[in-house]
């Protein structure tokens, strides 16, 4: 696999921050990024630590290194005229520490934000994650992350395996992550996929309504759409539907 890269696109005086998930890439977003710099805002994907080489590079990092990493970026972007966050996965839960804790932050999307798991994700969190120890080992992942039946999935240019120690690291990722939640007071768009067999879309929704968000959250489910919403089928619509979000006052 060839090595990954972050983007900055376009060049307005608001900038989004957008997060991918565990084991992905920048170019899980960068459909979201190319829709917002098109709309007049400059967006920058951030290559998280320990991503986009190989996935033994995982075996160093913790939740701390990707929290730390998410935080620089933000601080890199001091000076813009409105902030706003996008993260998937696990990235949307890079996301909800950010919003919660660094004042500022204009709005976010959380696309299939990874709060509770399901299929073998919950399996590999709550089971093996919860091992005392965790050796080093590389699990294969299980079921795609793209329910549209195409090659999507390799231009996201995602590891095929993970670390077993992540089982943890991912599990208190998404627990501080719902602790903080009420915290955060930024407006708030959820987007999910019906197909998602990743994260639960029941867990999408307890976040919602668990958000400190002055403005109901909005919430969105693409039933034809896997836990990849930006490179799936409903791309289009799901970019759109951010567009939309943050041109819309917030």
Same mark, same amino acid.
């Given at each position: 696999?060839?090595?990954?890269?972050?983007?900055d696109?376009?060049?307005?005086?608001?900038?989004? /921050?957008?997060?991918h998930?565990? +084991?992905?890439?920048p170019?899980?977003?960068?459909?979201?990024?190319?829709?917002?710099?098109k709309?007049?805002?400059? +967006?920058?994907?951030?290559?998280?630590?320990?991503?986009?080489?190989?996935p033994?590079d995982?075996? !160093?990092?913790?939740r701390?290194d990707?929290?730390?990493?998410?935080?620089?970026?933000?601080?890199?972007?001091?000076?813009?005229?409105?902030?706003?966050?996008?993260?998937?996965?696990?990235?949307?839960?890079?996301?909800?520490?950010?919003?919660?804790?660094?004042?500022?932050?204009r709005?976010?999307?959380?696309?299939? @934000?990874?709060?509770?798991?399901?299929h073998?994700?919950?399996?590999?969190?709550?089971?093996?994650?919860?091992l005392?120890?965790?050796?080093?080992?590389?699990?294969?992942k299980g079921?795609?992350?793209? !329910?549209?039946g195409?090659?999507?999935?390799?231009? !996201?240019?995602?590891?095929?395996?993970? @670390?077993?120690?992540?089982g943890?690291?991912?599990?208190?990722?998404?627990?501080?992550?719902?602790?903080? !939640?009420?915290?955060?007071?930024?407006?708030?768009?959820? /987007?999910?996929?019906?197909?998602?067999?990743?994260?639960?879309?029941?867990?999408?929704?307890?976040?919602?309504?668990?958000?400190?968000? @002055?403005?109901p959250?909005?919430m969105?489910?693409?039933?034809?759409?896997?836990? /990849? /919403? @930006?490179?799936?089928?409903?791309?289009?619509?799901?970019?759109d539907?951010?567009?939309?979000?943050?041109?819309?006052g917030?």
């Amino acid at each position: 696999m060839r090595p990954a890269e972050g983007f900055d696109l376009g060049g307005g005086q608001d900038v989004c /921050l957008l997060l991918h998930g565990l +084991s992905g890439s920048p170019a899980e977003v960068r459909p979201v990024g190319e829709a917002l710099a098109k709309a007049g805002m400059r +967006s920058v994907g951030l290559l998280l630590p320990g991503h986009g080489t190989r996935p033994e590079d995982l075996f !160093a990092k913790t939740r701390f290194d990707l929290l730390e990493a998410a935080e620089d970026a933000l601080r890199g972007l001091a000076g813009a005229r409105r902030t706003y966050l996008c993260g998937l996965s696990a990235g949307a839960l890079l996301a909800i520490h950010l919003a919660a804790t660094v004042p500022g932050i204009r709005a976010l999307a959380l696309l299939a @934000p990874a709060v509770a798991f399901s299929h073998a994700t919950w399996l590999f969190t709550e089971v093996l994650g919860r091992l005392p120890v965790a050796p080093r080992v590389l699990l294969p992942k299980g079921a795609r992350d793209v !329910a549209a039946g195409d090659d999507r999935e390799q231009v !996201a240019q995602a590891y095929t395996a993970v @670390p077993l120690s992540w089982g943890r690291e991912l599990r208190l990722l998404a627990a501080s992550a719902r602790k903080l !939640a009420p915290q955060v007071r930024a407006p708030s768009l959820i /987007l999910s996929g019906g197909r998602d067999r990743t994260v639960s879309v029941a867990g999408a929704r307890r976040l919602a309504l668990r958000l400190g968000s @002055p403005k109901p959250v909005g919430m969105r489910v693409f039933p034809a759409s896997g836990h /990849l /919403l @930006p490179l799936d089928g409903d791309s289009r619509e799901v970019c759109d539907e951010v567009v939309r979000f943050f041109s819309g006052g917030n």
